[in-house]
């Protein structure tokens, strides 16, 4: 799925798709997200050294992650329930393009767990469990 694609299931909208390229299944997905530099989240961190914060690393994540739902994400959003077992490995950088795989670990009713991890040219820049609640869009207080 490209760009377009994706909005039809995400409900995220620039600036905060993270999310330029994906494909897979509810069995496991791959996804990929690059780093103009332009964005928002390196323009001062840091002045001389941009680096992608590590809190910008797991929302490019769970964002990847949440694709794994497929069609159940139309009419939901879904919501960050936990982070586990994070790790920063590497940096990322302006230029650098991310490719995150993840695969489900569990299901419970609207509560899923979801392993990930990102790379960067073979690298490993982060990895971590994550955890969403799926929030049907009518219970959502405008």
């Known amino acids: 799925m490209n760009r377009e694609e994706i909005k039809q299931l995400l409900p995220h909208r620039e600036p905060m798709l993270l999310v330029d390229w994906t494909e897979g299944n509810a069995e496991g997905i791959r996804a ?4 103009t530099g332009e964005e928002f989240f390196v323009q001062g961190h840091f002045p001389g050294f941009p680096v992608v914060p590590g809190v910008i690393l797991c929302e490019i994540m769970a964002q990847s992650c949440t694709l794994i739902l497929g069609e159940q994400l139309k009419g939901h959003t879904p919501f960050y329930a936990g982070l586990d077992k994070v790790r920063f490995k590497h940096m990322v950088r ?14 419970r009713g609207a509560l ?6 990102a790379t960067v040219d073979g690298h490993l820049a982060v990895k971590g469990e994550l955890s969403f609640f799926l929030m049907e869009n009518k219970d959502l207080k405008k």
């Open 94 to 107: 302006p230029g650098d393009t991310i490719e995150i795989t993840a695969k489900p670990i569990s299901v």
């Open 32 to 35: 990929t997200y690059h780093v």
């Open 112 to 117: 899923y767990v979801i392993g990930a991890q």
